[in-house]
C-alpha cells in the first residue's frame, strides 16, 4: 500500500451535530485532531459515513473546506462530490480542489441514471476535466451500477481516475478488481483483513470512526505482514464491524462512536434514534474495544 497516493486507512469521518441537528464545527475540529493524533493516513469530508446526502450543498461545502484547512497538510484529504447532476459533481469537484483537497470520491450516475459503460465513462470523463484525482465507487446494491474490470480498465485510461472504491461486499468481486493490477481501495468494513491480503491498495473506512487507534494498528501490522496481529486485533473488531454491516450502518456508528469516546450526536434525520436493545447489541459487540479507545 505505499507507493499509493490514498494507501492506508482513510477515514470517512462522521459529520458531528448539537442537539439542534446543526453541524457543530467545535466538536469537528475536535474530532479531527483526535482521529489525527491516532494516526489515519487521510479522512474523507462528506462522506456516505458523514452523511453527504443528508447535508445541503453549503454544509457539505463548509465540512471540506473547514476539515482541508485543520488537517493542514497532516494528512491525505478526500472530499465527496457526488450528486445527481453531473454539472453539480464537476462544480463540487472543482470547490474540493480550491479548499485544498487530494482528491474526490464519486459515485456513478445513480437513482436511475444510465448504467451503460460509455454512459459511466462518459461522466468520470467529465469530472476529470477539473484536474483532481478521482476515486471512483463501486457500491451496485445502493447505485445500479457495477464496476467490473473491463470498465475499470477504461476508467483508469483518464489520468484523473486514479482507483475504484468497493464497497460492494462482494470478496470475490473485489479480488477480480484488485487482479487488474489497479488501484482499489476497500470500503466494506467486514471485508477488511481479507482485502488487506488479497492486496487491495488502501482503505476507506466508516467504521474507524468507533476504533480508530485499533483500526490504524490493523493496518500497519498489515503493511508489516504481520499477519498473526491482524488475526488477533480482527478478533476485536469483527464483532462490531459485521453488526454494523447487518443493518442501520449510520446511525449504529454515531451511537458507537459516543460508547468509545469519539462522541458526533445522533444521526440526522431522517434516521431516527436507535432503540435500547441495538445500543445494547452494539455495546456487546465493541467489547474491550470500548475501554481501549476511550480517553
Known amino acids: ?69 485543520i488537517v493542514a497538510g497532516r494528512a491525505k484529504v478526500i472530499a465527496q462530490a457526488s450528486a445527481l447532476l453531473t454539472a453539480d459533481v464537476v462544480g463540487r469537484t472543482q470547490f474540493a480542489k480550491d479548499s485544498g483537497a487530494d482528491g474526490v470520491m464519486v459515485l456513478p450516475p445513480f437513482f436511475e441514471g444510465p448504467s451503460d459503460d460509455k454512459s459511466v465513462f462518459d461522466f468520470y470523463a467529465e469530472v476529470a476535466k477539473v484536474g483532481l484525482p478521482i476515486i471512483g465507487y463501486n457500491v451496485p446494491q445502493a447505485v445500479g451500477v457495477r464496476i467490473t474490470p473491463d470498465l475499470l480498465r477504461r476508467l483508469c485510461e483518464l489520468p484523473e481516475f486514479r482507483a475504484v472504491k468497493d464497497s460492494s461486499g462482494d470478496l470475490i468481486g473485489q479480488v477480480r478488481l484488485i487482479r487488474t493490477g489497479l488501484d482499489i481501495i476497500n470500503g466494506a468494513d467486514p471485508l477488511v483483513p481479507f482485502s488487506l491480503f488479497a492486496g487491495c ?30 488475526q488477533s486485533l480482527w478478533g476485536q473488531l469483527e464483532p462490531i464491524m459485521s453488526l454494523l454491516w447487518d443493518g442501520d450502518y449510520v446511525p449504529s456508528v454515531y451511537a458507537a462512536a459516543e460508547l468509545t469516546g469519539y462522541g458526533c450526536g445522533n444521526a440526522r434525520k431522517p434516521f431516527r434514534p436507535l432503540s435500547t436493545d441495538r445500543i445494547a447489541a452494539l455495546r456487546a459487540a465493541l467489547g474491550a474495544l470500548v475501554e481501549q479507545e476511550a480517553v
Open 1 to 69: 500500500m505505499s507507493s499509493f497516493a490514498f494507501s492506508g486507512l482513510n477515514l470517512a469521518i462522521t459529520a458531528p451535530f448539537d442537539s439542534d441537528g446543526r453541524i457543530d464545527f467545535v466538536r469537528f475540529e475536535e474530532l479531527i485532531e483526535r482521529y489525527l493524533a491516532a494516526g489515519v493516513d487521510g479522512l474523507v469530508f462528506s462522506s456516505g459515513t458523514g452523511m453527504h446526502v443528508y447535508l445541503t450543498p453549503d454544509e457539505s461545502k463548509s465540512l471540506i473546506k473547514r476539515g482541508a484547512r
Open 201 to 230: 491498495s488502501g482503505l476507506i473506512w466508516g467504521g474507524a470512526n468507533i476504533a480508530p487507534r485499533t483500526c490504524v494498528a490493523i493496518v500497519k501490522a498489515a503493511r508489516e505482514k504481520r499477519w498473526d496481529d491482524v
